[in-house]
């Protein structure tokens, strides 16, 4: 049983029973809410004839669904119209805030609460969203969860809940260069395997975190629910405050002194125990690329792809299934592999140091005529701060288009998909089959800076060798 | 809310480990606004070619029809926290789902609609799917109060579930909302003493 660690301590001041079943009632600091995963929630809550209790603490966005070329209504999908009208029909109802279009804070709903700075260190964090765990860079517990559940947090601001074990993760050292946090999930991914975070929350410690800024931080917490982990954080320090500084949501002046003194407190203690502890060195890390179906299946840059003889017996199946789908074979280099879409956005990636990074490649280049290429932004302040920074016109001039903010190709409910068995290089955090819209479609992982280099050669290439 | 103590039926395998939520349910069908269609859609890529012919997947063979139990591997609804997923298994007939392991938040979906997800270990999944395969009218009986699985009305194996799961059903609380809003006045202090709801 851990202790002492920031886990323990947000649980603790969380609690507000115990219930009969041996589970956590746990108190929601913050509920995001978007338009997929809430419509059957409040229907649930209406047909039991209750209230949204702390409509204050619950906000709306919406992103899954959003059209990323014309986001004018009513939109051309029927379906996406009509989940629109739900979520506006609700928040109106139930009295909650809501970033609409024309608020100008829409947005992927992992990227506008950080950005407005709702987003707190300390806080218990749900949505009907696995990616929630993004949050966990401000040293936060935030974790996805069902439409049910949303229907719990709605009534009672509560879950029930059992509580997890926790893993350190240490990555000590300094990254080489054009490695990024990207890699360094996807390494960590790779190392402990989909399913090693089961029953784990990851707390990322170390050198490469302490280095790291808050965008980095929040793309390394996406993913640990792609290692099987439904919650990673990062505690609190001085980079996460700077961040929150000023924000829309933020504490105000006269009240900061007094909550950094909090956030401090609620950080890991030195001496806590965990129940689990894993090591790895920075400068083993190289820039990572997906070849299969889930998101450990992956290799260096420069690496062939496995044997699958170098597999376990109960996971051949799923190396032969992710070989046969992704048209690969074991030995062959990834660097050199035709792609046919470029797709640089996501919550995972869609933040402006994302674009930035991005940009730096696209500047001055081409992007190769066999592939479309696209840069969403992850919302409507990260497109607007790109368009003050001109990077709108270096994608555009390099040939990507340049949308609007949403989810966009990384789950394709959207009109962004892959067409028959298009292969993807993609910022975003899922490769599995289908997932990007198409049920032949393939989909290799990489930084988004990665996703440039591939946008520029045509083909899957080590960005660092691209930009000398 | 009923109780749920035993789950009786003809078992379904789906083999392979890591299958996720995108697979049980594509993103498409997400976009209707209620659950009341999923049933016709799990493992619908899987299931149908693009003329939408079957391709042999279990859901569609006519020996596993009516089947309530689902047979699994290791981190069985593992990527999105979609409750599509449970919700199209449980309306195309799942009732229980038995693997090696289970993704975190699929297996809490499924408890919230009471559907137990219970484990074995790896041999024990290996035989119990040949046996679902090579006799498929084979009926067990799952047993949420002995954690045994019953073959054929004989003890079969004894499976582990998570505590607090179990009990949630067998005492029929799974479905929490009436639980949580029963601690409201708690939950009001617990918030009062936050410091960022509290305005620090």
Known sequence: MSKGTLYNKVWDSHTVDKLPTGQTQLFIGLHLIHEVTSPQAFDMIAEKGLKVAYPERTFATVDHIVPTKSQARPFQDGEAEQMMDAI???VKKFGVSFFDFKSGHQGIVHIIGPEMGLTQPGMTIACGDSHTSTHGAFGTLAFGIGTTQVRDVLATQCLAMDALKVRRINVNGKLKPGVTAKDVTLYIIQKLGVKGGIGFAYEYG???????????????CNMAIEGGARIGYVNPDQTTFDYL?????????????KAVQYWKSIASDKNAEYDDVVNFTAADIEPIVTWGITPDQSVGINDKLPEVARFSADEVKTVELAYKHMELKPGQSIKGTPINVAFIGS??????????EAAKVAKGRKVSPSVRAFVVPGSQPVKAQAELEGLDKIFTEAGFEWRAAGCSMCLAMNPDKLQGNEISASSSNRNFIGRQGSKTGRTMLMSPAMVAAAAIEGKIADVREVLK | ?????????????VEGNDIDTDRIIP???LKEITFTNMGQYPFYDERFDAEGKPKGHPFDLPQFQGSHILFVNQNFGCGSSREHAPQALMRWGVRAIIGESFAEIFAGNCTMLGIPTATVNHGEMMKLQTLANENPQTRFLLDLDKKTLMKEGEEYLKFDIHESKRNALVNGTWDSTGLLLGNAPKT???????????GF
């Open chain 1, 347 to 356: 919550c995972t990636n869609g933040r402006i140091s994302d674009l930035r």
């Open chain 1, 245 to 257: 500084k000023g924000k829309k949501y933020s504490p105000a002046a006269d009240k900061w002194d």
């Open chain 2, 188 to 198: 009001a202090q617990v918030a009062k003493n936050l410091p960022y709801v509290n």
């Open chain 2, 1 to 13: 809310m009923s109780k749920i103590n035993q789950i009786e039926g003809k078992a379904v395998p």
């Open chain 2, 27 to 29: 993103a498409r069908y």
């Open chain 1, 88 to 90: 506006e029909k609700n």
């Open chain 1, 206 to 220: 170390g050198e490469v975190f302490d280095a790291m800024t808050m965008e980095e931080r929040m793309t390394v």
